[in-house]
């Protein structure tokens, strides 16, 4: 068996990984990172849209050789097809092709001075005396030791770390949003700067089908929705064959569509958990539940939650002092950026939930892009215009009132 002994170890080398080891590294501490891929990145289980204001990406920047498709804004469609636009005038984010931009992150970590075993999985971890004293991995049958003064679980949806400390034990089902993409060629796409969202109880209940430009002709197509038998009636699967089948404005753009990819995964919709710290211990991006309750977009807050993580853990390390008291430092300030964000957006979601089509037509009727991209983040002046105009809507105030009103 092989011993390690490091400062920081983090699981996982996905972007929330990668950043908080950049973040470590540059600051001196002696960074490892455990990723159970042979090839980080692959498959791909993502969407691979981008904000560039969003989350704070602009701070970090996006690898130029990564960047697919450039996009100025959305095209939501309600469940009748009335479209709701929003466009800025510049660059506002990007389709990418996450393969790269999950390697190019690790390049990063690793130039910043990080180590990386790839191949690796953390199958187990023990605690001494309140705090993490080791994990064990196995990296090709070999089984390696690694005690760490800080452990950070950044191993996504399924975090082991989260399990083994109890920050979060099991992710309930209604939590989840199961997902489906296919990237497609001979996709007619409409606006190559434009991402489309197509919502309805019967096209994606609790979620969306989306089309995500690549180039003139190709684009992600997939799919999230809420559990099954709460909100839906057949899998995510079958409502994205249906959608690319029969859906009015989807069949006719998938058409001649050929798929060349398929990619599956969970999203953790549920808001962040409780608590993602502990003595010698932070989690991280979907680890930690930092996923938009809404959008189900994660990889803008993982990178910047990531780097906070980095630099919280490095000065505890530095400091000689990774008590929970001090890494509350990491709870703190990444709360303070997105905390009431998500907030709002799941108390918006788990009301959108209830919304009939009629309503959700209704809503896009009154809707501009803005406004809907206001209402989503909590912006009290959109909370307020909306709600001066629905409170003429008896249907729609009882669905909305409560949320604008808070
Ligand atoms: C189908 C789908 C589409 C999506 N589309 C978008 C989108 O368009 N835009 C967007 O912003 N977000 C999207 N998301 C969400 C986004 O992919 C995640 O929020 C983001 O990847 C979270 O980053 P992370 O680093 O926390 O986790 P991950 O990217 O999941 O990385 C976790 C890493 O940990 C590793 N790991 C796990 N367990 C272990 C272990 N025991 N030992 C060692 N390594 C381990 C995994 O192999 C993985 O590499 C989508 C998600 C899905 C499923």
């Known amino acids: 068996m092989t011993k390690l002994s490091v400062d920081i170890a983090i699981v996982g080398a996905g972007p929330a990984g990668t950043s908080t080891a950049i973040a470590a590294a540059k600051k001196g501490v002696n960074t490892l990172i455990l990723e159970r891929k042979t090839n980080p990145g692959i498959p791909v289980q993502c969407g691979e849209a981008i904000g560039k204001t969003g989350p704070g990406i602009a701070e970090i920047g996006i690898p130029e050789n990564c960047i697919i498709n450039p996009?100025?804004?959305?095209?939501?469609?309600?469940?009748?097809?009335?479209?709701?636009?929003?466009?800025?005038?510049?660059?506002?984010?990007?389709?990418?092709?996450?393969?790269?931009?999950?390697?190019?992150?690790?390049?990063?970590?690793?130039?910043?001075?990080?180590?990386?075993?790839?191949?690796?999985?953390?199958?187990?971890?023990?605690?001494?005396?309140?705090?993490?004293?080791?994990?064990?991995?196995?990296k090709m049958g070999e089984k390696i030791e690694i005690n760490a003064k800080v452990v950070v679980g950044a191993d996504g949806v399924n975090s082991i770390v989260a399990k083994k400390t109890g920050l979060r034990k099991n992710i309930k089902a209604i939590d989840l949003d199961t997902s489906v993409g296919y990237e497609m060629i001979n996709v007619e796409v409409d606006d190559l700067e434009l991402m489309e969202f197509y919502t309805g109880q019967n096209i994606a209940p609790r979620g969306y089908v989306w089309i995500f430009p690549k180039g003139e002709n190709r684009a992600n197509v997939g799919i999230g929705v809420?559990?099954?038998?709460?909100?839906?009636?057949?899998?995510?699967?079958?409502?994205?064959?249906?959608?690319?089948?029969?859906?009015?404005?989807?069949?006719?753009?998938?058409?001649?569509?050929?798929?060349?990819?398929?990619?599956?995964?969970?999203i953790p919709l549920g808001?962040?958990?409780?608590?993602?710290?502990?003595?010698?211990?932070?989690?991280?991006?979907?680890?930690?539940?930092?996923?938009?309750?809404i959008t189900g977009g994660g990889m803008?807050?993982?990178?910047?939650?990531?780097?906070?993580?980095?630099?919280?853990?490095?000065?505890?390390i530095n400091e000689g002092d990774v008590s929970e008291k001090k890494i509350a430092a990491y709870e703190e300030q990444w709360r303070e950026r997105y905390g009431y964000e998500f907030r709002q957006a799941l108390k918006l979601r788990k009301a959108l939930e209830k919304a009939s089509d009629k309503q959700l037509d209704e809503l896009a009727k009154i809707l501009t892009g803005e406004l809907l991209v206001g209402i989503s983040s909590g912006e009290k002046i959109s909370k307020k215009k909306i709600a001066k105009i629905i409170i003429k809507r008896p249907g729609l105030w009882k669905l909305l009132g409560d949320y604008l009103l808070a």
């Open 300 to 316: 803008g807050y993982s990178i910047v939650c990531g780097s906070i993580a980095g630099n919280v853990a490095a000065d505890c």
């Open 71 to 138: 996009i100025r804004g959305f095209r939501v469609y309600s469940p009748s097809g009335i479209a709701v636009d929003f466009a800025k005038d510049e660059i506002d984010g990007y389709i990418i092709d996450r393969r790269v931009f999950d390697k190019e992150l690790l390049v990063e970590a690793v130039e910043a001075g990080s180590e990386v075993l790839v191949g690796t999985n953390v199958v187990d971890l023990k605690y001494k005396e309140g705090t993490v004293s080791h994990l064990i991995a196995k």
């Open 271 to 293: 808001g962040p958990n409780k608590k993602n710290i502990a003595d010698g211990v932070i989690l991280v991006g979907d680890a930690a539940g930092q996923v938009h309750p």
């Open 226 to 266: 809420g559990m099954q038998d709460k909100f839906a009636s057949k899998t995510a699967y079958e409502y994205l064959n249906d959608f690319i089948k029969n859906h009015p404005i989807g069949s006719k753009k998938c058409a001649k569509g050929k798929i060349i990819e398929i990619r599956i995964g969970a």
